[in-house]
């Protein structure tokens, strides 16, 4: 028995992540982990480059056999899944998981593909108490994050009944990309239908309830109540990130709604129940957007329309496609060792609450900082961190958690994961309430 399987420990950042678990103080004291791919001579090279002891377990497994999966997973508490893309082999470890009641964590940024397991599994999972959290790296912790601290921070100084009305995030990003980005992009393109993917860009497309339209997408976008100002262009990470963000407001606002007609079943008792409510849920008038900052408004709408043309011409041109996978990198390849620890990341979050005839409007801005490449050095230690949480701190997760499902980094981890990126020094978060200029208030 080990406490953490990595699944496709061979590709690019499957390997950082055991770096990462294998660097860890709590390693072989408090946890233990294994590596498994398909190939045992990139399996040999992984156990060679990293020099991974004998307390590391290697195992052969090949995702696309079923018998394969589950003898691989039979004895383990968590699976971290980094093998895309998911759509096509992602599906086999989810089953085995709900099958035995085991956790997994996973870099989906495939709604269409999420919104299947949904369907498919999260009842399941609530029988067996296994807890599944797709997008568990740069898509879409980051997001998910912003609005929880932001939600938490005005129900602490504003009131427990606070509600909010919108929600905005800028990031700011320096990092590189890998080839199995690029070649998810593309199998997405390629092999689902047009009609689904066109489906699963809509508003509220992973939610169990639906809520309010979200803003329209446009060229420039400003940062509310910012000085100096910060505007910033179309961020392609939005759809995946707000699908995700809106399945935690949706699971949150169900849960509101199932106590408040007294349907609620939870061994938890009603008075803390209902306590949770009210801290987790964020209104039914809630409404996010995000949008990548610019030097210039000029740049920022040049990025736009290079990134509308690529993504249509990609879409509509196969040769095109053909083309790119063979002249860009490779699945396995990315970003060198000095590149990734000169990457960062800092999303910073202005919410703002539903005004009331007792309480005006109040602003709350929150930050996180990320040290190292976002999608990569960044992403294994959030993956990483959220696998740990489920092995360490299950008495210590939000009640949705202890229930099971197909859920989100916040609705399952919560201050848990917070508390564990802050532990490891390379994240950094801030919130606190502003007034309409954006100058920090220290009374209210």
């Known amino acids: ?113 999420i919104r299947d397991i949904i369907t498919e599994y999260d009842y399941a999972a609530t029988r067996t108490h296994s807890i599944i959290i797709p997008a568990s790296g740069l898509d879409s912790v980051p997001t998910d994050i912003s609005a929880y601290l932001a939600n938490k921070t005005l129900k602490a100084v504003v009131g427990p009944d606070t509600a909010i009305e919108n929600s905005t995030s800028a990031w700011a990003i320096r990092g590189g990309f890998s080839g199995g980005t690029l070649g998810t992009a593309i199998a997405s393109m390629e092999e689902v239908p047009k009609a689904k993917l066109k489906a699963s860009m809509k508003d509220h497309y992973l939610s169990p309830v639906e ?42 606002e169900l849960e509101a709604r199932r106590q408040s007609t007294h349907a609620d079943t939870n061994a938890v008792s009603q008075p803390d129940a209902q306590a949770e409510r009210k801290r987790l849920t964020y209104g039914q008038q809630f409404k996010y957007d995000e949008f990548i900052v610019m030097p210039n408004v000029a740049i920022g709408v040049v990025v736009a329309i290079a990134f509308a043309i690529g993504f249509a011409s990609l879409t509509y041109i196969a040769p095109l496609r053909w083309l790119v996978k063979r002249l860009v990198t490779q699945p396995g390849q990315g970003p060198s060792d000095e590149q990734m620890k000169d990457g960062w990341f800092k999303v910073t979050n202005i919410t703002s609450s539903v005004p009331t005839a007792a309480t005006p409007r109040t602003y709350v801005k ?79």
């Open 366 to 444: 929150s930050i996180m900082y990320g040290q190292g490449d976002p999608g990569y050095l960044a992403t294994a230690v959030m993956i990483s961190e959220a696998a740990l949480a489920l092995v360490f701190d299950t008495n210590k997760l939000p009640a949705l958690a202890r229930r099971g499902g197909v859920l989100t980094p916040m609705s399952a981890l919560g201050d848990v994961l917070i508390e564990r990126l802050k532990e490891t020094g390379r994240f950094r978060f801030t919130s606190d309430i502003v007034d309409a200029r954006g100058r920090t208030e220290t009374t209210r």
């Open 211 to 252: 809520g309010l339209p979200s803003p329209r997408p446009r060229l420039v976008y400003t940062l509310p109540v910012v000085s100096p100002t910060v505007r910033g262009t179309f961020f392609p990470m939005v759809g995946v990130n707000r699908a995700v963000l809106q399945r935690t407001w949706g699971l949150h």
């Open 1 to 113: 028995m080990v406490d953490i399987l990595v699944l496709g420990a061979t590709g690019f950042t499957g390997r950082l992540i055991t770096r990462y678990l294998y660097a860890h103080k709590d390693r072989g004291s408090k946890f233990t982990f294994a590596v498994a791919a398909r190939s045992k001579s990139k399996l040999d090279d992984l156990v060679s480059e990293l020099s991974l002891d004998n307390s590391v377990p290697v195992i052969l497994v090949d995702v696309t056999k079923p018998e394969q999966v589950d003898a691989a997973v039979n004895d383990v508490k968590v699976v971290i899944n980094t093998v895309g893309p998911y759509m096509r082999w992602g599906t086999p470890v989810v089953a085995a998981c709900v099958k035995r009641g085991l956790h997994y964590v996973d870099l989906a940024g495939e709604p269409f593909w």
